[in-house]
T-cell receptor
Framework: EDQVTQSPEALRLQEGESSSLNCSYTVSGLRGLFWYRQDPGKGPEFLFTLYSAGEEKEKERLKATLTKKESFLHITAPKPEDSATYLCALGGDSSYKLIFGSGTRLLVRP | NAGVTQTPKFQVLKTGQSMTLQCAQDMNHNSMYWYRQDPGMGLRLIYYSASEGTTDKGEVPNGYNVSRLNKREFSLRLESAAPSQTSVYFC?????????????FGPGTRLTVL
């Protein structure tokens, strides 16, 4: 059965303090690993899709990486506006549905 | 280009009442989805539609019905609302099939059932 687990559940950082969010997964065949950002009271906003181990994608202070078992969302020198919940979602080749993790709530303090 | 829109934004129902949540997308996407989001449980798929005229059950379909009215619109109906259906409901769409399966989400409907 395809599964995805995110850790930690919550993370508090000082402005400028870099860190990483983890998304562990098991899947029979990977179709894609998706990262989203969700602000309070809003819908998830698409960030990245990773398709194969070794792939990396960057956007401003965010960098997503992928191995055969995990994906990391690295946040470099975060700012308070990076505070949000970050969701990862797994797409397996047995179905075109996505399986979402429960998210990591990130708070960046000035 | 509004993306995915949902109405209403907020709704309060009494147990047993019915209502329809509306969703529309203007990206010419083929697939549309309905999710619910509850604290600590992540996003769970209720129903999806891979094309106009087709719908399939997701993870938590009980108590819901859907209609893919045309390529743009996908509605979710609660026939007899229950307190367990208090949640935030999100509609999403993707190009798949015939394109990427990246899903784009609407702003959500916050539903409370008393």
């Amino acid at each position: 059965e395809d599964q995805v687990t995110q850790s930690p559940e919550a993370l508090r950082l000082q402005e400028g303090e870099s860190s990483s969010l983890n998304c562990s997964y098991t899947v029979s065949g990977l179709r894609g690993l998706f990262w989203y950002r969700q602000d309070p009271g809003k819908g998830p906003e698409f960030l990245f899709t990773l398709y194969s181990a070794g792939e990396e994608k960057e956007k401003e202070r965010l960098k997503a990486t992928l191995t055969k078992k995990e994906s990391f969302l690295h946040i470099t020198a975060p700012k308070p506006e990076d505070s949000a919940t970050y969701l990862c979602a797994l797409g397996g080749d047995s179905s075109y549905k996505l399986i979402f993790g429960s998210g990591t709530r990130l708070l960046v303090r000035p | 280009n509004a993306g995915v829109t949902q109405t209403p934004k907020f709704q309060v129902l009494k147990t047993g009442q019915s209502m329809t949540l509306q969703c529309a997308q203007d990206m010419n996407h083929n697939s549309m989805y309905w999710y619910r989001q509850d604290p600590g449980m992540g996003l769970r798929l209720i129903y999806y539609s891979a094309s106009e005229g087709t719908t399939d059950k997701g993870e938590v379909p009980n108590g819901y019905n859907v209609s893919r009215l045309n390529k743009r619109e996908f509605s979710l109906r609660l026939e007899s609302a229950a307190p367990s259906q208090t949640s935030v409901y999100f509609c999403a769409s993707s190009e798949w099939p015939g394109g990427t399966d990246t899903q784009y989400f609407g702003p959500g409907t916050r539903l409370t059932v008393l």
